[in-house]
């Protein structure tokens, strides 16, 4: 692969530790090394038209943190009233103190340069493809969060304009009713 690969800085600043959210436990060169090594094995990404638009490269999982707590009655669940970003719509994120299930799988998302200018985005970088989410995940393929899939369908501010299957969001909202994200640390 000669393209080069760089962070959104909107993942960089979600995926490490402390932030709730998956995260790679070593170097950024360590994490392009990676996905360097499993680039001729990527998927198209769910929705995406083409894999030159947006790719999910699996790698081993080593070094990858989930931070997915699963549901049990005792549990301790908040919620609170959010935004990802400035300029996105406020909404209720379900948080939980507990023990992350433990990664056995791990994937990177990667969106190509043209990508990254739709629906008003930006880049936030000079390479060809960014980094812009780290899944560490306990199952192979883990659904993408139904509000996500919400956000790119509806083409809200932060969305990619993307079309999904019934069967694939009852599926992600299924799996999600299960899980809930570790509570942030650094926000």
């Known amino acids: 692969m000669n393209d080069s690969i760089g962070w959104s800085k909107f993942a960089k600043h979600r995926h490490k530790k402390g932030m709730g959210f998956s995260y790679f436990d070593g170097t950024d060169e360590e994490l392009k090394q990676l996905i360097y090594n499993n680039w001729n094995e990527r998927k198209i990404g769910n929705g995406a038209e083409s894999i030159n638009d947006v790719c999910?490269?699996?790698?081993?999982?080593?070094?990858?943190?989930c931070t997915t707590v699963k549901i049990e009655d005792d549990l301790p669940v908040t919620a609170k009233i959010t935004r990802r970003?400035?300029?996105?719509?406020?909404?209720?994120?379900n948080?939980?103190?507990?023990?992350?299930?433990?990664?056995?799988?791990a994937k990177v998302v990667l969106y190509a340069s043209h990508e990254l200018l739709k629906n008003g985005g930006e880049?936030?970088?000079?390479?060809?493809?960014?980094?812009i989410c780290i899944i560490a995940s306990p199952v192979e393929n883990e659904p993408m969060h139904p509000l996500t899939m919400s956000r790119?369908?509806?083409?809200?501010?932060?969305?990619?304009?993307?079309?999904?299957?019934?069967?694939?969001?009852?599926?992600?909202?299924?799996y999600w009713s299960?899980?809930?994200?570790l509570k942030a640390e650094n926000e």
């Open 56 to 65: 999910i490269v699996s790698v081993p999982p080593d070094k990858f943190v």
């Open 123 to 131: 880049r936030s970088c000079d390479a060809d493809w960014e980094i």
């Open 85 to 93: 970003q400035p300029q996105e719509h406020p909404f209720i994120k």
């Open 152 to 174: 790119n369908m509806l083409e809200k501010p932060g969305g990619t304009k993307r079309t999904y299957t019934a069967q694939e969001l009852a599926e992600s909202i299924w």
């Open 95 to 105: 948080e939980a103190v507990g023990t992350p299930v433990e990664t056995k799988f």
């Open 178 to 181: 299960k899980y809930v994200a």
